[in-house]
């Protein structure tokens, strides 16, 4: 493998001294620091895209991201002598956040408050037109869920997964057109107020604590970073921590408080939160497993998620109606 690899190192102007597996990929410890080679998973135009976002960010001051490191010939992937693509980025020294850990969700929340600051600035500051994502979009999902609903329906015999989806079925697509009606009653301002570019899968897995006295920690992961509604990346990272905390309103009004010290944040933000917090989107995803999956075999991991699901429910319920009361 090290024979296999050789030639691309070479083509890095870094001096290697010492490689090391990490999970599909190396990590190479350098004369400047790690650094981490990844097969190419995007194309070419992508990384591109992705180059220059990421070279706006640390220009701007927000340099603790996996920025990809161009070749001697200036090219942004090295093929080995097979033809396979990788791309180098840098990596962090650390361990992952702790989503257990109150002080790690902490950092993280500033983290990502402080990413959006200068997200937005890069948007302000891009000259060309780029395509601005519009989420948010619930019709389209709850179409999705009927249609996965119909599906079931149709079959002759119900197996657990299938039993558990169409008898809470009703239950949580009346909660998708309550979300679908509330969005389109926001005002146009409100869903874009927050505009910039968004990490678009922020959460634990992509925060590296790195104990660093000046700023201890480091952002990785921007595969699907997106100009967009900066919200979504809160609300997302907001889920995903008070899930892991077991449904804990204090998560929620610590992640949403701090954030608002660094970015405030009106009434309509956190209806949009709101709103998007009632959707049942784990269901949303659980039936799109299901669709893409091999249908003569359900993995018991998506029937054990569906009855976590549904047993979880009673606490996000308890978690909107205490955010009811204190934010809108």
Known sequence: MAEKMSEVYGAYDLQINQVM???????LRTDEGIFQLKPMDVNPSRLEAEFQFKEQMVKLGFDKIDYCLKNRDEELYTCDRYGNPYVLRRFFVGRECNPLNAQDVIYGVRNLAKLHQVGAEVFKQTERDVHIRVTGDFKKKNQGLKRVNNYILRQKSKREFETKFLKTFDYFYQQGIRCQQ???????????????????????????????????????????????????????????????NDYNFKTLTNILD??????????EDYEYIYINYCYPEKLYKLANQYMNGTKNWLSPKLIEKMQKFIEDEEKKQHILSEMQKMYL
């Not at 597996?21 to 990590?27: C, D, P, T």
């Not at 701090?258 to 009434?267: D, R, S, T, V």
Request: net charge negative; charged share 25%; with cysteine.
């Open 21 to 27: 597996r990490g999970r599909g990929a190396f990590l």
């Open 182 to 244: 509330e969005y389109e009653e926001l005002d146009g301002s409100d869903k874009n107020y927050h505009l910039g570019y968004c990490h678009g899968m922020y959460n634990h897995h992509s925060i590296v604590m790195t104990g660093e006295s000046q700023w201890p920690v480091g952002t990785i992961s921007f595969d699907k970073f997106y100009l967009g509604n900066q919200m979504d990346d809160l609300y997302h990272y907001a889920r995903k921590m008070v899930e892991k």
């Open 258 to 267: 701090e954030y608002a010290k660094i970015n405030p944040l009106k009434h």
